[in-house]
């Protein structure tokens, strides 16, 4: 698991921050991001006109047009995070909930689950697939209709949190 950014380079505009963002992806690749979830490229540069950039958790790059105070992630300098190591970007901490990403789970497919991606998202309705534990680096192994996520948890007797951000 990666620990989370956000830079802010709306202070640089045209050609210039499509430079800074091109050169922030790439760096990013490096460390071991994989890129923009809704592209079918993973580690190929995307957005580069975008004004703040998030860098999750997950591996996954996203964008904005200001700072979100709804991701938890730390504000960071253009220079200070290129210059960062592979080692400076580990987290460790072991955020993820054990109950949903540590074991196979028992779900029978067609059933009804709450999925996410990280405990900052809301959880969403959706109908159980299949497990894949295959270790592509991604840390989505819960499958289901249309998509794949990172936590899954029963709906039954959860039905309270769908559509929100909190804890089984």
Known sequence: MLK????????????????????????????????????????????????????????????????????????ITPADFLALTTEDVQDNSGTASAACTDKKPKFEPKQ?????????????????SHYDDEEDGSGIHFMCVGSGWRECIPYDGNEHLCGQVGEP
């Not at 202070?11 to 992806?25: H, V």
């Not at 009804?112 to 159980?128: A, N, Q």
Request: no cysteine; hydrophobic share 35%; proline share 3%.
């Open 112 to 128: 009804w689950v709450l999925v996410r991606d990280s405990k900052e998202h809301p959880w969403y309705l959706d109908i159980y």
């Open 4 to 75: 989370e950014y956000v830079i802010d380079i709306r202070e640089f505009d045209g050609k210039l921050r499509e430079l800074i963002s091109t050169g922030l992806q790439e760096h990013a690749f490096k460390l071991g991001w994989k890129g923009w979830p809704a592209r079918d490229n993973p580690g190929e540069v995307f957005y580069t006109d975008k004004k703040v950039l998030y860098f999750d958790s997950d591996g996954s790059i996203a964008h904005n047009s200001f700072i979100d105070d709804a991701f938890d992630n730390t504000l």
